[in-house]
C-alpha cells in the first residue's frame, strides 16, 4: 500500500467528518455544556459509559445527567453519596448498575478537591514518556485506590466502578479512558482541546469494534486480538501517516465502522467503504495465530 496514498485518503476523510454535526455522538452532548469544568466531568461520565448501543448509550447518559443538574461539576462537588445516592437505585446501563455511578462520582468528587480531572491525571504524567501509558496505569491506580466506602458499603473496591478505570498492563485497550483523553487533548470541530499540556502526539486511539474491523481492513495492525497492543499498534501506523496528532481519524475510522460501510470479511467486501482500493476486505483461509501474536511480517498487516 501507498502510504502517500492512504494519507491523502484518510486525511480526506478526516475532513469530511470534522464538522459537529457530521455523525451522532456522545461527544455532541458533552457539547451542549460551556463551562470547561462541566464539559470535563461530563466528558469523563459520558465516555465511562460509551459502550454498547449508540441509543442506550445516549440514553443513558440523559439520565445521568437528569440527576447532576445543569451545573455537573458544581454537583459532584457538592456531592453527599449517603444523602443522595438514593436517586441513582433504578439507574443502569448493560452491568453497570447505580452504585457503581455513585462510585465513579465520589471518586470524581476527589479528583475535583485536587483541583481537576486533568490536574489529577498529570500527578502521574511524565512528559519525558513516549506515550501516555504509564499515565493511564498511573491515573487509573490511583482512582480506584479512593475509597468509595459511601458507595458500596464497605471499603473494597468493586467490579463495577473498577470498570471506568481499566489499565494497560492488564492487557485492556482502555478505550474510554482514551476516547476521553481525545475529546479533552486534541482540537479540532469536533473535539474540545480543554488540556493543554498533554500533546495529542501521545494519545492512543481509542480501540472499539468499529476501529479494530478498519484497522485489520487497512492493515494498520500486526495483531489480530483487541487490546492494548492492538491499539499502540494501530496508532503507531497512523503515527506514521501525522506524527503530531495520529488519532485524528479515530472519529472518521470509527463512524465507517458505525455505518456498516466496512466489509471487513463480509460478503459486501468494500463495495460501501469510502476507502476502497485501500483496505483487504477479504481474509484469506489458512492457520489461526494465537491471540496477540504479531505476524511474521515486520509490515503491518491484518489476516484477509
Known amino acids: 500500500m501507498d502510504p ?3 494519507k491523502n485518503r484518510l486525511d480526506a476523510l478526516y475532513a469530511s467528518y470534522n ?15 460551556e463551562d470547561p469544568a462541566d464539559r470535563e466531568v461530563v466528558g469523563f461520565c459520558s465516555a465511562a459509559l460509551a459502550f454498547g448501543r ?3 448509550v445516549l440514553q443513558s447518559i440523559e439520565r445521568l445527567l437528569v440527576l447532576t443538574g445543569p451545573s455537573p461539576a458544581r454537583f459532584i462537588r457538592e456531592f ?22 455513585v462510585a465513579l462520582i ?10 481537576s480531572i486533568e490536574a489529577f491525571f498529570l500527578d502521574g504524567y511524565d512528559p519525558a514518556a513516549p506515550d501516555l501509558s504509564a499515565a ?12 468509595q466506602s459511601d458507595a458500596y458499603h464497605d471499603r473494597q473496591c468493586h467490579p463495577g466502578v473498577a470498570y471506568f478505570f481499566p489499565r494497560p498492563s492488564s492487557g485492556s485497550g482502555c478505550k474510554r ?21 498533554v500533546p495529542a502526539a501521545k494519545l492512543i486511539i481509542p480501540l472499539d469494534t468499529h476501529v479494530i474491523r478498519v484497522g485489520r481492513c487497512l492493515r494498520l495492525t500486526r495483531y489480530t486480538s483487541p487490546g492494548w497492543k492492538m491499539a499502540a499498534d494501530i496508532t503507531a501506523s497512523l503515527r506514521r501517516l501525522d506524527p503530531g496528532d495520529p488519532v485524528k481519524y479515530d472519529f472518521s ?52
Open 4 to 6: 502517500t496514498e492512504l
Open 19 to 33: 464538522r459537529v454535526d457530521s455523525a451522532t455522538d456522545p461527544i455532541h452532548i458533552v457539547r451542549r455544556f
Open 54 to 56: 449508540v441509543a442506550a
Open 80 to 101: 453527599e453519596p449517603r444523602r443522595q445516592r438514593a436517586a441513582f437505585k433504578g439507574l443502569v446501563h448493560r452491568w453497570t448498575r447505580g452504585e457503581d455511578l
Open 106 to 115: 465520589v471518586i470524581l468528587q476527589q479528583m475535583l478537591e485536587r483541583g
Open 136 to 147: 493511564l496505569e498511573s491515573f487509573s491506580e490511583r482512582a480506584l485506590a479512593i475509597h
Open 177 to 197: 479512558l482514551n476516547l476521553f483523553l481525545r475529546w479533552m487533548v486534541r482540537k479540532d470541530a469536533v473535539d474540545f482541546g480543554l488540556w493543554t499540556r
Open 253 to 304: 475510522l470509527c463512524h465507517i465502522g458505525m455505518a456498516d460501510q466496512c466489509g471487513f470479511n463480509r460478503e459486501q467486501g468494500d463495495s460501501l467503504c469510502p476507502l476502497t482500493g485501500l483496505c483487504h476486505s477479504r481474509r484469506r483461509g489458512g492457520r489461526r495465530r494465537a491471540p496477540d501474536k504479531p505476524l511474521a511480517s515486520s509490515r503491518p498487516s491484518a489476516r484477509r
